[in-house]
């Protein structure tokens, strides 16, 4: 197994804001060797891969592989632990309380999913209310409308303000005794805006609410510890971490994950079956039925420690940096507006420019080898009360720097010029 | 700019891009259809008047890309005059066109017609963008077909 080591960083390197430097990250993505050129500006659709994750899912493969908790052989057995080793590393990385509390679910979107059909089925009814957000993608969205449909609960929304922010003011006045759940971005994916979850924790939990924090793009930026945000579900995708694609985390409360029934059936998740009773697991491998994307795990584990090994305070601080190096840089292009993200942006800049549509624009930065998002990023609500059809947007990454960025503005110019 | 994107956006695409012809609705069009990329949200309506068996009247309105624009604008251009299976005969040759399909030869006033629209066939090179040259004309079959209040979508 391959294990992470410690960056020695060169004093007299020249290095850029967030104590490390991107250009000689680049070369640990193997991505980057084999696209020269190439301006990565969509992790926050997904994040490139280091060596250091795509080998080690190749030496698992190689060397370690077997199915996880049934085997008796030693293959078995080796496997296993490096699964379980894996969920240790995510329990760390969000500072839970325990290793059960972590489920290995696809993504984001199956862990919020899971939350809704197990927890939301368990415990809402008629009359109930969930409260989300103007900010949330479609996954934090479509699965509570669909249990609604079914169970007859309100979904209500709390809008944002005039910047584009989280309206804490108007959160509170939606929170009612009728709240059970908040289901909320920890950071907007379409925009960039980030929410002060602290807070919205504590106004949730003083009406007895209980809140699910869809930390997708937070993840990969922010330092999350769950129980200093006191929140009580907290979901991520591997993917947008630097890791593989098809495995993502549920956090949850022990107790509350406990409490919850059964999501789907089959191997891993029972003691005992007979046909006429089936006796269930604890936590967390009552929620993973069938045999998990173990090697995904393993993968994801390596990217934890890809970014514990950068440090989460040097990432935050390059990410904030080079937001605000963005902002100032795209701001200064004569007719582009940038999408309102509220009071704190972070890694995201999505904005629109006079005269040239998104599609347009990012097919000509593609020819400039910048790759960005255009479209509605899975937020069409949030992009419709702001007012766009569609954005273009550019997410950053430890591997993005500033001439990135500077990278980026001359093929909007470019585009700008060639459409108006 | 690059050669190929100059391929893409022909002067004759930004033209209609930000020109478009044809952009406004018919008040008593006897056929219309929306159509609705799901992709990039985008949007057109296209407007008919049939005589009989003839189109004496098309435009469209909506918002969109320069090319879903430019597509749209060349289309009401070339489909005024023809027939309704004219019209059909123009659509499967483009989309054969712009996808990379097998075209039939056209009979030679249609032929011109289609040369016409010749310069939107560099979406073939961006796969991504194919659909933005053909929502307009999945908006004039739906149309044809007698419309409905579903838009036609391009997915």
Known sequence: MTTASPRIVDPASDRLPGGFDPRRLRTEFPIFANNPGLVFLDSGASAQKPASVIDQIADYYRTDYANVHRGVYHLSARSTELFEAARVKAQRFLNAADPREIVFVRGATEAINLVAQSWGAAFLEAGDEVLISELEHHSNIVPWQLLRDRLGFRLVVAPIDATGGLDLAAFAAHLSPRTRLVAITHLANATGALVPVETVVELAHRVGARVLVDGCQAAPRLDVDVQALGCDFYVFSGHKTYGPTGIGVLWGRHELLAAMPPWQGGGEMILNVTFEKTVYQEPPHRFEAGTPDISGAIGLGTALDFIESLGRANILEHEEALTGYGVDRLSRIEGLRLVGAGQRRLGILSFDLEGVHPHDLATVLDRHHVAVRAGHHCAQPLLEKLGYPATTRASLGVYNDEADIDKLAAAIEAAREMFT | ?155
């Open chain 2, 1 to 155: 700019m690059t050669d190929d994107l100059r391929e893409l956006y022909q002067d004759i695409i930004l033209d209609h891009g930000r020109r478009p012809r044809n952009f406004r609705p018919i008040e008593h069009a006897t056929h219309t259809a929306q159509g609705y990329n799901p992709l990039c949200g985008d949007r057109v309506t296209v407007f008919l008047t049939l005589d009989g068996d003839r189109i004496t009247d098309v435009s469209f309105q909506g918002r969109g890309c320069a090319i879903s624009t430019a597509a749209a604008s060349l289309m009401t251009e070339v489909l005024k005059g023809k027939s309704v299976e004219e019209a059909r005969e123009l659509f499967a040759h483009f989309h054969a066109r712009v996808t990379g399909g097998e075209d039939k030869p056209l009979p030679e006033p249609l032929a011109e017609e289609m040369e016409r629209l010749e310069p939107l066939t560099g979406v073939k090179a961006y796969p991504a963008r194919v659909k933005c040259a053909t929502l307009s004309w999945h908006a004039l079959e739906a149309a044809l077909k007698g419309g409905g209040d579903a838009p036609v979508k391009t997915e």
